[in-house]
């Protein structure tokens, strides 16, 4: 399914916005953006959503403890599918346009970013998508956060989280 069916979001919070959210786009880049410090996106797992309680949590904690940038991203209509085999196949959408998104951020911070990616289940496998589209490891590191198994597990590496995604994997 295409990004805007899925409908999927990426909302920017730092130190100046942590409780408002401003929207990421590949033609928006909000101004609270910080070219010079680390982008963590955080992305939920299947029949979640963007105000999943474990992403408000780590994008407070990673605000309370340093000064970066942290990107929720949401998808949850594609994410909340019946047919979890549906759900499962949309990670690779999302990864993608997540992978774009850190693309434009990159251009305007010079032509590269720190970038850092945890997600849960389903989450942890978009991670490993937004690693590996492109010609090089996308993100510095990927904390897939109980990668969801069925579907994956067993599978070529094309298809979720594995060691090749990010320079540091766990």
């Known amino acids: 399914e295409c990004p805007s069916t899925q409908g999927v979001t990426l909302e920017l919070f730092t130190r100046s916005n942590r409780?408002?959210?401003?929207?990421?786009?590949?033609?928006?880049?909000?101004?609270?953006?910080?070219?010079?410090?680390?982008?963590?996106?955080?992305?939920?797992?299947?029949?979640?959503?963007?105000?999943?309680?474990?992403?408000?949590?780590?994008?407070?904690?990673?605000?309370?403890?340093?000064?970066?940038?942290?990107?929720?991203?949401?998808?949850?209509?594609?994410?909340?599918r019946a047919n979890y085999l549906l759900s499962a196949s949309n990670t690779?959408?999302?990864?993608?346009?997540?992978?774009?998104?850190?693309?434009?951020?990159?251009?305007?911070?010079?032509?590269?970013?720190?970038?850092?990616?945890?997600?849960?289940?389903?989450?942890?496998?978009?991670?490993?998508?937004m690693g590996q589209f492109g010609s090089d490891r996308g993100l510095n590191r990927i904390s897939g956060l109980d990668p969801a198994g069925p579907f994956f597990e067993g599978a070529d590496d094309r298809r979720g989280l594995n060691i090749n995604c990010a320079n540091q994997v766990e």
Not at 35 to 40: F, I, K, M, R
Not at 54 to 75: C, M, S, T
Not at 102 to 124: D, E, M, P, T, W
């Open 92 to 129: 690779r959408v999302v990864g993608a346009e997540a992978r774009q998104i850190k693309n434009v951020l990159a251009s305007r911070g010079g032509g590269s970013i720190q970038a850092y990616c945890a997600g849960h289940s389903l989450g942890g496998h978009t991670c490993g998508h």
């Open 19 to 80: 409780f408002n959210g401003q929207s990421v786009t590949r033609t928006n880049i909000p101004s609270v953006w910080m070219s010079n410090a680390e982008t963590v996106f955080l992305i939920h797992g299947w029949n979640n959503n963007k105000d999943t309680a474990w992403l408000i949590d780590a994008k407070n904690a990673i605000l309370d403890r340093d000064n970066k940038n942290v990107i929720i991203v949401g998808w949850g209509i594609g994410a909340n």
